[in-house]
């Protein structure tokens, strides 16, 4: 049987300076955190990062890792202004791509269907279009001759998105509400990798209505890492809610320095040892889902 | 009867559904929320609402703490399938945004410039799609003239009728800006060349004391009326869709809808 079974420090090792790194979640809402804060540790610069931003994207920024931010807003929701991404924004120390939130899906969507571009009226009167001039636009060939917005592929070298349950062949299952574009990340990329909450077997899936919440084909995924509360502090339903006192904390550090967090949060913890310092996996679980 | 300005703002801006039929209501912040909740609740039932998350329910979820109720699910509503409904046209948002100008156009980005900003918020969000796509509508809690910016908005998210920016000069055929509800008065887009037009007064407030706190000169309707009154029926509802009272939170002191009043 086939068996991507992989770590999330071998993931992070996947990843070198200068690539493209697609990240899946919305917000503050089912991130790869684990993953993140591997990241973290090596020497990784100069990335190109996709994402419907939350904390992900703040903390590679703060970390200094990110070259240029492909991105429709950065928010943790409950707590909706990201601090470290506001401070990266401001000192201008990153290279944005602001693009509407559908228009990053259509890019996704046009690299995964190994398109250069797919047609929207979307970002034309807007500042997209201008502080984008590398958009360009396109007219219809046909009889109503419109002029669209041609949003170009967005392309990543590796994705990777967090699950509630894989086995280790790469089929996988989001059991919250709502999948986001994690499907369209692991399509989009050159290589998609899973971390999940745990790790079933083949049978587990063996269920018509399980089966429903199964959107992403295994024959995209390259690894899977288990990673048990691995979207903390964002939320991964309905397995567990957002630690808002911890984003709330987290978020302070963008003014006061965050050096004391990747100390006490990042450096030297691996996922178990750094979920005991939250409060043990207990503690994570109890945490409440949002309520929007 | 008694009203708070909150409550006049909401119901005002209930009025923005009116005849909206089955669209899907988005809204952003809790006055759009229980304005569109109010509205689904009176006069526009086959309104489509989410529980703010994924699922479309069948009745508004009361807002804040929810103690043991549970949303009535009708339905799923994942992002995807919001953009799909953007496309589609049928949905109605209701935003508040950091800026705002003559046009119509809307910022949640940046305050400064672009490369440099001042404050970095959001970025565009959906934006750009939800307004040359959809209806839209509008909640001011602050009506002054750093909402309300001469010129353009620092980072144009929300397009607006602004023909300079439009391709060849040609309206996008799906925009479609409905009406601006302020702490001071109800606008829509009725003016010259759909210039803002003030089309009622919340008691107390003045055409003079509007501009004056606009960066832009408006338009207004000869006969100015005065913002209606909440009705009891409508208050009785939004001490169901807003059990906590959170209302009495959207304005400082939350000041009485009629000046001196109680």
């Known amino acids: 049987m086939i068996d991507k079974t992989t770590t999330i420090e071998e993931i992070a090792a996947q990843i070198e300076s200068g690539m493209t790194l697609g990240i899946g979640g919305w917000g503050g809402r089912r991130k790869p955190m684990a993953f993140i804060r591997e990241l973290l540790k090596t020497d990784v610069k100069d990335l190109t990062v996709l994402s419907y931003g939350g904390p992900d994207v703040g903390m590679l920024a703060a970390a200094g890792k990110i070259k240029k931010l492909v991105f429709g807003f950065v928010s943790m929701d409950l707590v909706p202004l990201e601090g470290h991404f506001r401070q990266a924004r401001q000192a201008g120390t990153i290279k944005v791509v602001e693009v509407d939130e559908g228009m990053f899906q259509l890019g996704l969507k046009a690299a995964a269907s190994r398109l ?73 990329a050159d290589k998609a990798y899973l971390t999940t909450e745990e790790i079933v077997t083949t049978d587990a899936f063996n269920d018509p209505m399980t089966a429903l919440q199964m959107p992403i084909e295994r024959n995209l995924i390259h690894g899977v890492a288990l990673a048990k509360c691995g979207a903390h502090p964002t939320s991964c339903g309905p397995a567990y809610g957002m630690d808002v006192v911890h984003l709330q904390k987290y978020n302070a550090t963008a003014k006061e320095g965050w050096q004391g967090y990747v100390d006490e949060f990042v450096n030297d913890k691996n996922l178990a040892a750094y979920i005991e310092h939250v409060g043990g996996v207990a503690t994570v679980a109890a945490l409440p889902l949002p309520v929007f | ?59 508004p979820v009361p807002v804040g703490p929810r103690g043991d109720y549970k949303p009535k699910i009708e339905g799923l509503m994942t992002y995807e399938r919001v953009f799909d409904i953007i496309s589609k046209g049928l949905r109605h948002a209701m935003v508040t945004p950091v800026q705002l100008d003559r046009f119509g156009q ?157």
């Open chain 1, 116 to 188: 250069p571009f797919l047609p929207t009226r979307v970002g034309f009167a807007s500042d997209v279009l201008t502080t984008n001039p590398e958009i360009k636009t396109i007219r219809s060939p046909y009889d109503d001759g419109e002029e669209f917005v041609a949003m170009p592929a967005l392309k990543p070298d590796i994705s990777v998105c967090h699950v509630n349950q894989a086995d280790i062949q790469g089929n996988s299952r989001i059991s919250g509400p709502d999948p986001f574009f994690d499907e369209w990340f692991s399509r989009a």
């Open chain 2, 1 to 59: 009867m008694t009203y708070s300005l909150a409550e006049l703002c909401i119901c005002a801006a209930a009025e923005a559904f009116r005849d909206d039929g089955e669209y899907m209501v988005t809204s952003i912040g809790l006055v759009p929320r229980l304005a569109a909740s109010l509205a689904k609740s009176t006069f526009e039932p086959g309104l489509m609402m989410t529980e703010g998350e994924a699922y479309l329910v069948s009745e």
């Open chain 2, 106 to 262: 809307m910022n949640i980005s940046i305050v400064g410039d672009y490369d440099k900003p001042k404050t970095a918020l959001l970025g565009c969000r959906g934006y750009p799609g939800n307004t040359i796509s959809n209806a839209n509508s509008m909640f001011i809690p602050n009506h002054d003239t750093r909402t309300f910016v001469a010129g353009e908005v620092d980072m144009v998210g929300g397009i607006g009728y602004n023909s300079e920016r439009w391709p060849a000069g040609i309206k996008p055929p799906f925009l479609d800006l409905r009406r601006i509800v302020s702490n001071l008065c109800v606008m829509d887009f009725s003016g010259p060349d759909n210039a803002i037009c003030v089309v009622s007064l919340h008691p107390g407030v003045t055409f003079e004391q509007v501009q004056e706190s606009t960066g832009f000169e408006l338009a207004k309707l000869d006969d100015l009326a005065m913002t209606p009154a909440p009705t009891e029926e409508q208050l009785a509802v939004l001490t169901t869709l807003d059990p906590h009272n959170l209302r009495a939170t959207i304005f400082k002191g939350n000041p009485a809808g009629v000046p001196g009043g109680t």
